[in-house]
Structure formats: structure tokens, C-alpha cells
């Protein structure tokens, strides 16, 4: 299927490594120009190298920033919408915070992981939604995970904000579809990539444990791997998903009950 993404730009936060690098590469393999954002210069720097010799340099930008600062979010899509051209998808991918488990969190570790997890998001849909909402075309796509849909014994400040990211999903859908805007998230299950968290389990003392808990958990026995969200993510973010918003889609094998 043509998922008619030839030449129209979308920028990726979270862009060079794991599921954000896996939706780079689905969309560059739909032709569209790609805008690649992290904090990481030199992964950035290499990850866009690596994606020019393969698609060319003229489908890809790169601009290097904390996503989860507004003033620096605010420059970045500035300077994209200016330099490069008008942002036609844009995928929030920031997230994870170290907390410890149980509820003794301290308002330090709560207000930082709120901070990465959630309030990242809503300043890169804002930023991003004002722009497309004023030309009346655009989509907007949530990385959130299962960890939001119910609860799976993950650190409270994850899961409680990717639920709270997938309702602002679903209100910002509503408030800008009469634009011709659409809001979706997209909400991931157990996906492995090199130094990810499930590598870096899998490559532990506790490795058979691990396999023994996705087999139960999973009803297709297996982790998710970063190109499997990321055609999900390309359907998403194109022209041919133009009725589709408000949705918080798992992408986890099954083992959403």
C-alpha cells in the first residue's frame, strides 16, 4: 500500500535509537523527509549518517536538543517549520525516568518523571498542533505504551503518566479534528533493540525467567521489535489513516486483555 508520504516532513523526537529509530526508517521507506531530533549529538550524528547513505541526504535533517525543555522544542520546530518546511506528521517519543517501585516516591523523582513522560509530550503537541491547526492539515502521533491502558506492576510515575498521555490524546483529538488535524497514540508492548531495557534483561543472569514470562504474558510468545511499531506508526502518521483519531492503539503482541 502507498501510504502517500512521499515528500511530506515529519520530525521524530526521540529519533536515534530503538522505536523512534524505527520510525524513521519506516516513513523513509514511504519517502518521506525526515527530521530526526534527540539530546545525544554524536548517536544523532551517526544514526542520520548511517540513514543518508541508504536514502539520501536530501531526506533527512537533524537537529540535536532536550525535547523535554519547551523553550527548546519551541526552537527546534521554529527552525523546521522556517529552514525545512511545514511539518506534516510529528511523533512525541520521549520518555522513561528512573523511579524506584512502590508508592514511597519523593516529589523530586514524581515531578521529574511527570516532567519526561508527560509534560514533554503536551509542549511538543502544542507547539506542533498551533502550526498544523493554521493550515488545516497534520497528524500527531503519541508514543505511550500498555503501561497506560492497565495496570502491569511498572513504576507509578510510567504508567500513571503514559494514562494520562493517552487521554490528553484524546482530547486534543477532539479539540482540533474540525482542522483537519488528527491525535492518535500508539502504545507499544515489550520491544527489544541493542541497549534497550528488555536487551539488557535478556543479556542478564535472569534471561530464562524473562523468556518464561513473555511466553506467559504474550500470547504470540515474543517481543516486538522497533520496525514492527514503526509501520504501525507510518500507517498512522499518513494520509491513509484520514478518518482515524482519538485512538490509543496496542502494538504488543496480544497481551493487552
Known sequence: MDLSLDGKIILVAGASRGIGLGIVESCLNEGAHLVMTARGVEKLKSEHDRLADIFGSDKLSMF???MCDSETVERIIDSVETDIGPIFGAVAN???HPCPPGFEVDDETWSAGMNQNLDSGFCFARSVLRRQVERQEGSLL???SIAGIGALGTVLTYGTAKAAMNHLAKELARLVGKSNVRVNALAPGNIIFPDGTW???MDGDRKD??????????????????EEIGSVAAFLLSPRASFLTGAIIPV?????R
Open 64 to 66: 540535536a536538543g532536550d
Open 94 to 96: 520521549v520518555g522513561l
Open 142 to 144: 503519541f508514543i505511550s
Open 199 to 201: 536487551q539488557e534483561r
Open 209 to 226: 525467567a524473562w523468556t518464561r514470562w513473555i511466553n506467559r504474558e504474550v500470547p504470540m510468545q515474543r517481543f516486538g521489535t522497533p
Open 252 to 256: 504488543d503482541g496480544g497481551q493487552t
